[in-house]
């Protein structure tokens, strides 16, 4: 089976900076274009940004700037950088992952999430 597990999460001071991982695992044939959400209180879970499979990121204009998202394909991981952050930035962070996984011959991609790291920006 495969995983997506966050780590990173914390509390933060207001300015502060921390790197969120999301990291995959099982047996895995590749994986695709891989994603960062979040969801703050009693709100639904929204697009931070994207990052292709040659490392290409796409942001929500809303994080341009202070969010950068970036991979390690030999680890089957990805980050999510975040500089000077706001306490509005609070909330619950989700990635998820195009995975390929073989079920015999067959090459199968299915999107996986993680269940999400608490990010608490205050002082």
């Known amino acids: 089976q495969v995983q997506l597990v966050e780590s990173g999460g914390g509390l933060v001071q207001p300015g502060g900076s921390l790197r969120l991982s999301c990291a995959a695992s099982?047996?895995?044939?590749?994986?695709?274009?891989m994603g960062w959400y979040r969801r703050t209180p009693g709100n639904e879970r929204e697009l931070v940004g994207t990052?292709?499979?040659?490392?290409?990121?796409n942001y929500s204009d809303s994080w341009k700037g202070r969010f950068t998202i970036s991979r390690d394909n030999a680890k089957n991981t990805m980050y999510l950088q975040m500089n000077n952050l706001k306490p509005e930035d609070t909330a619950v962070y989700y990635c998820?992952?195009?995975?390929?996984?073989?079920?015999?011959?067959?090459?199968?991609?299915?999107?996986?999430w993680g269940g999400g790291t608490q990010v608490t920006v205050s002082l």
């Open positions: 998820n992952a195009d995975v390929e996984y073989y079920n015999g011959a067959s090459l199968i991609g299915m999107f996986y």
């Open positions: 990052i292709t499979r040659d490392g290409t990121p």
């Open positions: 099982g047996r895995i044939a590749g994986i695709g274009e």
